[in-house]
């Protein structure tokens, strides 16, 4: 068969879920790692030019954004490589489910994908053994490799966990943002609110920000209400909504995996003849 013939026979055996779900993965991380990166720089500076005029306040503060910009690094590489991994995988385990069900057309490619899955043939005809195709012996030792799709359900688990606690975390500078851009709607508008304009502030120190020494660590009146209208604070709060859609997109593309795999894997597990894992 050719390349192209073997590609596109190929794609018949393709984890259309797990595509979809790399996809949504690589865009999710990329939006919440570029836009959190950007968001805790804008928070820095605010910090620096409105809510604190000495540096021991928040030098703490700028700490520990330094280090969180350094995790996102750290967190943009990791997925990026297992997003690939868990690709690499749906097509392993998704060849072989088809096969065992009739529906893949096995070809050199096919083999080599599904061979240590199912027992399938592993290069034997009838006139004995025959030389596996170049191909075929690179598929199969792939597939030795990701011939563990337990494993991979059980990581992708305990990843959507930790996940689930990084979404959590991500709506925190969203909510703050949010009361702060609330609380200068309600100056802006006064006609809207029985309280003084002068009584309605932004406390960064309530929400641990700052320390409660923290001079001034709150800004209140007319003079948040020009904070609010500043285009750095406007590309902040919308940075930080950006970086908690990732978040949500990111989650979302790790519990289809997930599903994906424990799928591949109960079919393979209950029905794959000759199955080992």
């Not at 192209?4 to 949504?24: D, K, M, N, W, Y």
């Not at 702060?180 to 406390?203: E, R, V």
């Not at 970086?243 to 794959?272: E, Q, R």
């Amino acid at each position: 068969l050719g390349l192209l013939e073997c590609c596109a026979r190929c794609l018949i055996g393709a984890p259309f879920a797990s595509l979809v779900a790399t996809g949504l993965c690589f865009f999710g991380v990329a939006l919440f790692c570029g836009c959190g990166h950007e968001a805790l720089t804008g928070t820095e500076q605010l910090i620096e030019t409105y809510f604190s005029k000495n540096y021991q306040d928040y030098e703490y503060l700028i700490d520990v954004i330094h280090a969180f910009q350094y995790v996102i690094y750290g967190t943009a590489s990791f997925f990026f490589l297992y997003g690939a991994l868990l690709l690499a995988e749906g097509f392993y385990t998704t060849s072989a489910v088809r096969q065992i069900f009739g529906d893949y057309k096995t070809t050199i490619c096919g083999k080599g994908l599904s061979a240590t899955v199912t027992g399938g043939p592993k290069g034997r005809g009838a006139r004995g053994p025959q030389r596996a195709h170049s191909l075929q012996r690179v598929c199969q030792c792939l597939g030795k490799w990701l011939g563990h799709p337990d494993k991979f359900v059980g990581i992708t688990y305990v990843l959507t966990i930790i996940w689930l606690v990084v979404f959590a975390c991500s709506a925190v500078p969203v909510y703050i943002y949010f009361n702060t851009w609330t609380t200068c709607q309600s100056i802006a508008n006064p006609s809207k609110t029985s309280a003084s304009i002068g009584t309605l502030c932004a406390d960064a120190r309530m929400y641990g920000v700052l320390p409660w020494n923290a001079f001034p660590g709150k800004v209140c009146g007319s003079n948040l209400l020009s904070i609010c209208k500043t285009s750095e604070f406007q590309m902040t709060f919308h940075l930080f909504i950006a970086a908690f859609v990732g978040a949500a997109a990111t989650l979302v593309s790790l519990l289809t995996f997930m599903i994906a795999a424990t799928y591949n894997f109960a079919v393979l597990k209950l029905m794959g003849r000759g199955t080992k894992f």
